[in-house]
């Protein structure tokens, strides 16, 4: 399946540009861009670090825990969006938030979209137009809160307008590796906010794990909603669908689900934040 819908890279990556014309938002103490240097992409891989394998148990390489770094061959090819609290200094040491990139040109260096791993992608792959990959997002603990979030989300727009991105996807996760602790969860999302036929990607075949569990009139969609993870309700606010079928991640100690995001449903408030951002930063 070729990933690429274009005839040259040339074509796929557009016109050049440096990142620090794409993304560029700062509000009062908080600055959102993309990195710029080596050094940046190596805190950016820290806090992953930090995050994911001591925070969440997540079971890393040799190499990674020798480095104390979360990384893989898609760190070379993608952007790293960065969410810095200047209060704690302008470069890498300011860095509370990030986002892993990764569009059309990026994966087909690879061959692959990231989470083609645990889930057919092809009618992302497919789709006719550019799509975007999210992935590895995490927040230093004592900055999780609205205002970082919204940081991270108004550079995805920024990015996604740039792009003209038409379709965001990627894996978002339950913690834990027993899916029936959360069939209240899947369940609702299947029976909510599965994605429409011609989006609906499904996990792959070896590792599927069927989603509604529970009958829809066993639960009550309020109670059901309290527990989806805070990521997940923000995908589901920007409009986001679910593909069909969950994925256990034993490395990362998770259960994985797939996340569609078509741009041209976005919410109201969030189009006049990114409008806002570009007026001010364009």
Not at 39 to 65: C, G, H, K, S, V
Not at 70 to 84: K, N, S, T
Not at 192 to 203: C, D, K, N, S, Y
């Amino acid at each position: 399946m070729r990933i690429d819908r274009a005839d040259s890279e040339a074509e796929l990556l557009g016109p050049p540009v440096s990142n620090a014309e794409i993304v560029k938002v700062v509000a009062g103490d908080f600055e959102v861009r993309l990195a710029q240097t080596e050094a940046e992409i190596d805190a950016a891989q820290a806090l992953r670090f930090r995050i994911f394998y001591e925070e969440m148990q997540a079971n890393p390489t040799p190499d990674m825990a020798r480095l104390r770094r979360d990384f893989d061959a898609y760190d070379d090819v993608c952007d790293h969006l960065l969410v810095l609290d200047r209060r704690r200094g302008e470069g890498p040491e300011g860095i509370v938030g990030t986002y892993r990139l990764i569009r059309r040109a990026a994966a087909a260096k690879l061959g692959r979209f990231y989470s083609a791993a645990e889930f057919d992608v092809g009618p992302m792959v497919n789709y006719p137009g550019e799509v975007l990959e999210l992935g590895r997002s995490c927040i230093a603990k004592d900055a999780r809160n609205t205002a970082t979030m919204q940081m991270l989300w108004r550079g995805i727009a920024l990015y996604s307008f740039h792009y003209n991105i038409q379709v965001m996807f990627g894996c978002a996760s339950l913690p834990g590796t027993e899916p029936a602790h959360d069939a209240l969860a899947l369940s609702y999302l299947y029976h909510h906010h599965l994605a429409p036929p011609e989006i609906r990607v499904r996990a792959l075949e070896s590792r599927y794990i069927k989603m509604d569990m529970l009958e829809p009139s066993s639960y009550e969609p309020r109670k059901a909603l309290a527990r989806v993870p805070p990521l997940i309700k923000g995908y589901l606010r920007l409009g986001g669908f679910v593909g069909d079928g969950a994925v256990i991640d034993s490395d990362f100690n998770t259960t994985d689900v797939f996340i569609i995001v078509k741009t041209e449903l976005v919410t109201e408030k969030y189009i006049r934040h990114y409008e806002r951002g570009m007026r001010e930063h364009g």
